[in-house]
């Protein structure tokens, strides 16, 4: 057998189901009876909700507020001081506070239907005054987005190391602001759920297009007031989630709620004008930036304030500091900076709220740092990667505590832009009057599969930051593998499988991993925050080993010799002078009880495996990138030519995988670079609302990403892997603008946005005229 464990680049198992489209998404289950939702949402970002006129034959198909009493409001807790935090019904009761929100529900045998009901359903609505920016929200007198808090700063924190030396050593000060933009997270399917009562299990069933079934769960036992054992939540095929299939989204407690009042299967499909004018958003991030530096580009101090535009309702369970709290520990990056100062400002305004988003703030903070770095070398007259060799924390200082707190645990990041470096120079672009060339580079590190501490350090619910596997060998020595988290476009499907062949010997071919159910998993939090190879990965080989034990047992009995005696090899047990295989294991153990001692049978062939990293650490992944543009100055246009990422996520399970997974992440990234924004007029009206207007890059916006990997192992994971999931999202804003700017440089302009749209080019070219 050729070797199919951790290191291996298989075919992904689950892809010839994905490509002769045999998946099984959430919009690919019929149920008899079944009735689709279409939602009355709100026209206003603020109104006072006067009444709410109804078909008069509506009957039990019109739904409100009113009708839903009982269901206790979506309420995230947080345990930041002073942090304000608004439980939202799922359906508006007396207020709407952005446009979108669910005022009605309107059920008919299919959506063209329910959605001709919802045009009947007529909100009074009385229009309040609205904030739709975080300058509008923070002006004197401003209308508060929830009157009850008397401000509309719902979350401010404060962290200083003390800076006053270091700023006194330095001679050289840099200051910016630095803003990204609201974006949509448009996963490739929209989200969705389907509910109905299993009257035999007397469960209500949540099929949910989720990252995290039992999270959901929790959720959905609080709000309804149900026990655990009385609500599966089941995900299905999973058309990528990116962060806003993690959070609950109030049309799963609606869904799972009508479909109990009525006895009926219920679903919601969202659909993409929903998704762009109706669904939680993400980012939009103001950072005021300043470095304390010496002359040859130290930076000796990091002062920040950091303001989110956070919308109107915290989302659960993240709340709406989440993006704050995250930007401002990682805002220090790869270098090693001796004082750091950080003011974070969350700020509620009529707009749909905050969703973390694949890698949550961190491409966020590393535009910040990363576009200041290059800021910093202007300034001082050197290279932009000479200035970043120099601040970056050499591999001789690992495990590095941060100035933030944070260890990081391994890798070489100086290393890691060297070689980017040396890729993006093999290959030379042609300059024109119409076609100014530059580089850019970045380098972040980034906290992968967060760990219990770090979860309660946010005060974020339910999320204990360890998870379990179970591994069920089955009578013929195939396996079973049950894990609660979801995979969605990850592979894990075959990763996890190649944990249990790296422990066992076992072929992935015998190999099942059933995930995404709470009635077939032990707990889990789910997919998100790169954790699942980590995390779920240390837990398949934790209970890969518990079986291993109990295989060579039955084998030593068989061969009268002691366990110790018998190796797991290539799925064989092989002891001093005989062997048997896995499936010869197992069958003795289920058909052959009478030949095996006691012990052997007492604690079965089933097991469950739990795991954390060493010391609740986290492993931290690192990469650095560069991207070559060529900048139209007339037109204000970007071209991508070169891309250029070269990362470290520890030991790769499946190298093959992990390349697909910094594609797919570079791809986003080049997105919220140069294209996606959800923009909003000033009395809060979203105006993407199809992709007509929001833009997100297809394969012509591509270049050839060229990939290169570095293999430090974490100290702290078994195996030593560390998280990629998110990883290749977080650079493409840093690097590219920096290129952007780079190829500028004669015109004197700066940008300091993100995505970088030919108006925001054209404006920093005309602002360096105006200069
Ligand atoms: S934004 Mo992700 O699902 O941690």
Redesign the pocket.
């Known amino acids: 057998m050729t070797h199919t464990g951790v290191g291996a680049s298989l075919p992904r198992k689950e892809d010839d189901r994905f490509l002769h489209g045999r998946g099984r998404y959430l919009a690919d289950i019929e149920m008899p009876r079944m009735l689709d939702v279409a939602f009355v949402r709100s026209p206003l970002a603020h109104a006072e909700i006067v009444g709410i006129e109804k078909p008069e034959e509506a009957g039990e198909r019109v739904f409100t507020a009113h009708d839903m009493d009982g269901v206790v409001p979506i309420r995230p807790t947080s345990n930041v001081a002073g942090h304000r935090i608004i439980g939202s019904p799922p359906m508006a009761l007396t207020r709407v506070r952005f446009v979108g929100e669910i005022i009605a529900a309107c059920l008919a045998p299919n959506r063209a239907q329910a959605e001709d009901l919802a045009e009947q359903v007529v909100p009074d609505l009385k229009e309040l005054p609205v904030v739709a920016s975080i300058d509008a929200a923070m002006a004197e007198g401003a209308p508060l987005v929830h009157a009850d808090w008397g401000t509309n700063l719902s979350m401010e924190t404060r962290f200083d190391s003390g800076i006053e030396e270091q700023v006194a050593r330095a001679t050289v000060q840099v200051t910016r602001t630095l803003d990204m933009a609201r974006q949509a997270m448009v996963p490739l399917e929209g989200k969705g759920a389907l509910a109905h009562f299993d009257a035999r299990d007397g469960q209500l069933v949540v099929y949910s297009s989720t990252?995290s079934p039992h999270m959901i769960r929790n959720a959905l036992c609080q709000c309804l007031g149900l026990q655990q054992r009385q609500i599966r939540v089941v995900a299905p095929d999973v058309g990528g989630?990116?962060?806003?299939?993690?959070i609950l989204h109030p049309e799963e407690v609606i869904v799972a709620w009508l479909s109990l009042r009525l006895r009926r299967p219920v679903r919601w499909l969202e659909d993409r004008f929903e998704h762009l004018t109706a669904g939680a958003n993400a980012r939009q991030h103001r950072y005021q930036m300043t470095a304390h530096a010496d002359d040859r580009g130290r930076i000796l101090a990091l002062d920040a304030v950091l303001t989110t535009d956070a919308g109107a309702y915290s989302i659960w369970p993240h709340t709406n500091g989440f993006d704050a709290i995250q930007a401002s520990g990682i805002l220090t990056g790869p270098y090693d900076i001796g004082g750091y100062r950080v003011r974070t400002m969350t700020v509620a305004t009529n707009k749909p709220p905050l969703?973390?988003?694949?890698?949550?703030a961190r491409p966020g903070a590393c535009f910040a740092m990363e576009t200041l770095v290059d800021a910093v070398a202007r300034a001082v007259g050197r290279d932009p990667v000479e200035v970043r060799l120099e601040n970056l924390v050499p591999a001789a200082a690992m495990p590095y505590k941060a100035i933030t707190g944070k260890e990081y645990d391994s890798g070489d990041y100086p290393a890691s832009l060297r070689r980017a470096r040396v890729l993006v120079d093999a290959v030379s672009s042609e300059a024109g009057p119409d076609r100014l060339i530059g580089t850019g580079y970045a380098v972040y590190t980034e906290h992968t599969a967060v760990s219990t501490a770090t979860i309660s350090q946010i005060g974020v619910q339910m999320m204990p930051g360890f998870e379990q596997a179970a591994a069920l060998m089955q009578p013929d020595g195939s396996l079973e593998i049950r894990v609660g988290v979801q995979s969605h476009g990850q592979g894990m499907e075959t990763t996890l499988a190649q944990i249990a062949s790296e422990v066992l010997g076992i072929d992935p071919e015998r190999v099942s991993v059933r995930h995404g159910d709470t009635a077939l998993s032990p707990y889990s939090t789910g997919?998100?925050?790169?954790?699942a190879v980590v995390m779920t990965g240390g837990a398949v080989a934790a209970a890969a080993d518990k079986l291993a034990f109990k295989l060579r047992g039955i084998a030593a009995h068989m061969m009268q010799c002691t366990a110790d005696d018998v190796r797991l090899e290539a799925g064989e047990l092989v002891g001093p002078g005989a062997s048997m295989t896995i499936e010869e294991a197992a069958v003795i153990w289920h058909f052959r009880p009478f030949d095996l001692p006691e012990e052997l049978l007492r604690d079965g062939l089933e097991v469950t495996g739990g795991y954390r990293p060493d010391g609740d650490r986290a492993p931290f992944a690192y990469a650095a990138h560069a991207a070559r543009v060529a900048v139209d100055p007339e037109l204000g246009t970007v071209e991508v030519l070169d891309y250029v990422a070269v990362d470290d996520c520890g030991t790769r399970v499946n190298p093959m995988i992990v390349d697909g997974q910094v594609l797919g992440g570079v791809a986003q990234g080049i997105g919220t670079a140069l294209f996606e924004e959800v923009p909003f007029d000033d009395q809060g009206q979203p105006l993407a609302t199809t992709f007509g207007d929001y833009s997100v890059p297809a394969a012509s916006e591509i270049p050839m990403i060229r990939l290169d990997h570095m293999e430090t192992r974490s100290p702290y994971t078994r195996f030593g892997v560390k998280g990629v999931?998110?990883g290749g999202a977080i650079a493409p804003p840093a690097a590219v603008v920096n290129a952007i700017n780079d190829a500028l440089r004669s015109t004197g302009a700066e940008l300091c946005a993100v995505p970088a749209t030919p108006r925001r080019v054209l404006q920093a070219i005309f602002d360096a005229q105006d200069r």
Do not use: D, I, L, N
């Not at 989630?241 to 993690?246: I, M």
């Not at 969703?355 to 949550?360: E, G, L, T």
């Open positions: 990252q989630g990116f962060g806003y299939k993690a969703s973390p988003y694949r890698a949550v997919t998100y925050a790169s954790r999931g998110e």
